[in-house]
């Protein structure tokens, strides 16, 4: 493996509940090369959402290493992990999160935006994102127009428009049925076969098992790192 | 870039007020009322201002006015121990104004005396008529024109014959469209009187276009009129040759020497140049003023209160697009900047609706009474700018709270 574009050692994540201390993470290591299709499983309470978290640069761990393409971002202040999410990570969330009053266009182009891009790139980079995920006649819809299916492929437009290293998507398909979700793995499949790192949390089996390979939590844990057989495309 | 996200903000704000009109309207009411306020004064100050300017003018610029006391400002008992100091001051006479007038930088002066009294045509006969006893000179210093006809002579004058020069407004009331005034016989307090002209105002604050008025010789005016006496005031236009300030010095001088003034005594007369009264007018307008800006104070603030009010709740709202602009890359500075924009969006548009209204409200001055009221533009730029300072302060704590927001919370929030 070539040099991983994330490089976790021994992630530690402790929450303070009044008196009580919660220990998500209780030291988890792994490397994600370029390239990788990786699900992260677990039971809820496993610290998968706070991987996530973490893996999103949402949020800091509490103590270890985290390397995001060669930086190390664990001690980043809250403006400098605002950059770094701008630019190498793209966000896929369960309920989609797209501003209501927006259009797709330029809910796409809202990373845009933030990274500093001019009106006239901005547009043309957001309307190619939409062609991407097969939306290019869809631009000027609000989200209310569109299908859950079509809301999630905007949302997955708008997490690479901005080119980012990895793709992190949390529970992708929660929100949609299996027609739906399998359309949804299909985008992510072919996203992956041009060459996009995926991360993707899931508590799904049959999600996790189009990923390359998956990575199971238990109580703040990695129990299990395998490879699995992606069975889409 | 600032811009693309600023207009973002301001897109965002309109699409919030547009979706909670009532909130909004309430929120942004106290912001329209100061600025409305501030724009109507500002507009009617204005007006007012300019047909002082204007009537002043009409006099020519020289032109100053010997009064028995200072009758224009709010400082009138400068200076003195008594409420009304004037009480001692004997009145103006026909002699002062003649004194005057053979000083050597004096060119001309003209009397005036003004009351109420009836006037009456055949079967017509109205009361309450404005009548005025002027000197010959009279048009030049009250401005305005002769339409038809012409003022009186020196020698109607001198003479103290029964002759009237009548505004448009007593025209009209007294004959019929299409008759010409200019001929015809009246009566003033039961004397005859032969019509020789017909004046009209030039629009000012106080030559209220709309009043019925006549104007005769004032040697004419003290024989047959019944007014209150000691009221009698002059106009002195100085030569070319001579400055406004020493025509004035020698009018001083001249009527102190006749009044046996000693050195220590105040004048028991009053000069009023035109600097004079617009100082004192300006004296007044500057209290205005005041009030303006305390009203419009109290109007900011509550529409401010009302910003805070709304912002917190917008903010509440909008927990998790918070969330999602800061997992997208929005730095604190930027959620910041975008709140900070939606408040002073609020309260511009609060101030535009203000500044509408305001100047609706000039224009109803303007046609309804003789201010030439109009909305000077620094008020528009001051009420606008205070609008957007209203929205940036009081939007602080709410965009500070938003900024603050911890992302991994705040897309989790329902």
């Known amino acids: 493996?070539?040099?991983?574009?994330?490089?976790?050692?021994?992630?530690?994540?402790?929450?303070?509940?009044?008196?009580?201390?919660?220990?998500?993470?209780?030291?988890?290591?792994?490397?994600?090369g370029r390239n990788e299709y990786l699900a992260i499983m677990g039971p809820s309470g496993s610290g998968k959402s706070t991987m996530m978290n973490m893996i999103g640069c949402l949020d800091t761990p509490t103590g270890g290493e985290y390397w995001l393409n060669g930086q190390e971002v664990s001690q980043l202040s809250d403006d400098q992990l605002a950059r770094v999410r701008n630019k190498e990570i793209g966000f896929v969330f369960q309920t989609f999160n797209l501003l209501p009053r927006a259009t797709s266009l330029h809910n796409v182009e809202l990373p845009l935006v933030y990274a500093g891009v001019s009106s006239r790139e901005r547009?043309?980079?957001?309307?190619?994102?939409?062609?991407?995920?097969?939306?290019?006649?869809?631009?000027d819809h609000r989200p209310n127009e569109l299908s859950g299916g079509q809301r999630q492929r905007v949302a997955i437009a708008r997490a690479l428009v901005n080119e980012p290293s990895i793709l992190l998507a949390d529970e992708p398909t929660g929100n949609l049925d299996s027609t739906t979700s399998e359309e949804i793995m299909q985008v992510f499949a072919e996203l992956h076969r041009q060459g996009q790192t995926i991360i993707m949390v899931t508590h799904e089996a049959d999600i996790a098992a189009h990923a390359d390979r998956t990575v199971v939590l238990r109580d703040g844990k990695v129990e299990t790192d395998r490879a699995t057989h992606g069975v889409a495309a | 870039m600032n811009v693309a996200r600023a207009l973002e903000g301001v897109g965002i704000a309109l699409d919030s007020i547009r979706s909670n009109k009532v909130r909004a309207g309430l929120t942004i009411l106290g912001v329209a009322i100061g600025v409305m306020v501030v724009i109507a004064m500002a507009s009617a100050i204005t007006g007012v201002n300019r047909s002082i300017t204007a009537m002043l003018e009409s006099a020519g610029p020289k032109t100053f006015f010997v009064q028995r006391f200072f009758q224009g400002g709010l400082n009138i008992s400068d200076g003195s121990d008594e409420l009304s100091p004037w009480r001692k001051n004997p009145w103006i006479t026909v002699e002062d104004a003649e004194l005057v007038h053979q000083l050597p930088l004096v060119q001309d002066v003209s009397v005036s005396e003004g009351t109420e009294g009836p006037v009456s045509y055949e079967d017509i006969s109205l009361k309450g008529v404005l009548i005025a006893g002027f000197g010959p000179s009279w048009v030049l210093v009250t401005g305005g024109e002769i339409v038809s006809g012409r003022t009186f002579t020196s020698a109607e004058y001198a003479a103290g014959a029964h002759v009237a020069v009548v505004n448009d407004k007593l025209a009209e009331s007294l004959f019929p469209r299409g008759v010409d005034p200019v001929g015809k016989r009246i009566r003033v307090f039961g004397q005859p009187f032969t019509i020789v002209g017909v004046h009209v105002e030039a629009a000012s604050l106080f030559g209220g276009g709309d009043q019925v008025r006549m104007a005769m010789p004032h040697t004419t005016f003290v024989k047959v009129a019944d007014y209150r006496k000691g009221w009698m005031d002059f106009s002195v236009l100085p030569v070319a040759s001579a400055t406004s300030l020493e025509a004035q010095e020698e009018v001083i001088s001249a009527l102190r020497a006749k009044r046996g003034l000693k050195p220590m005594q105040e004048n028991n007369f009053a000069v009023l140049s035109q600097d004079?009264?617009?100082?004192?007018?300006?004296?007044?307008?500057?209290?205005?003023?005041a009030v303006m800006v305390a009203l419009?104070?109290?109007?900011?603030?509550?529409?401010?209160?009302?910003?805070?009010?709304?912002?917190m709740i917008s903010v509440t709202e909008r927990t998790r697009e918070i969330?999602?602009?800061?997992?997208?890359?929005?730095?604190?500075?930027?959620?910041?900047?975008?709140?900070?924009v939606e408040a002073a969006t609020l309260t511009v548009v609060g101030g535009t609706i203000g500044l509408a209204l305001g100047a609706l409200i000039a224009v109803a001055i303007r046609s309804n009474t003789t201010i030439p009221?109009?909305?000077?533009?620094?008020?528009?730029?001051?009420?606008?700018?205070?609008s957007v300072v209203t929205g940036v302060l009081f939007g602080l704590y709410p965009a500070f709270r938003a900024a603050r927001l911890d992302p991994v919370e705040a897309l989790r929030f329902e």
Do not use: C
């Open chain 1, 1 to 32: 493996m070539s040099e991983p574009i994330i490089r976790i050692r021994d992630l530690t994540r402790h929450y303070e509940m009044g008196t009580e201390t919660v220990q998500a993470l209780r030291g988890v290591s792994l490397d994600i």
């Open chain 1, 123 to 139: 547009r043309s980079r957001a309307s190619a994102a939409l062609g991407r995920v097969g939306l290019g006649n869809r631009m």
């Open chain 2, 276 to 289: 004079k009264i617009l100082d004192s007018f300006n004296n007044i307008t500057a209290g205005f003023f």
């Open chain 2, 296 to 311: 419009s104070g109290v109007g900011l603030m509550v529409g401010g209160v009302g910003v805070v009010a709304i912002m």
């Open chain 2, 323 to 340: 969330g999602v602009r800061k997992a997208l890359g929005a730095t604190k500075r930027e959620i910041m900047f975008q709140f900070l």
């Open chain 2, 373 to 386: 009221a109009s909305v000077p533009l620094w008020s528009v730029v001051v009420s606008l700018a205070a």
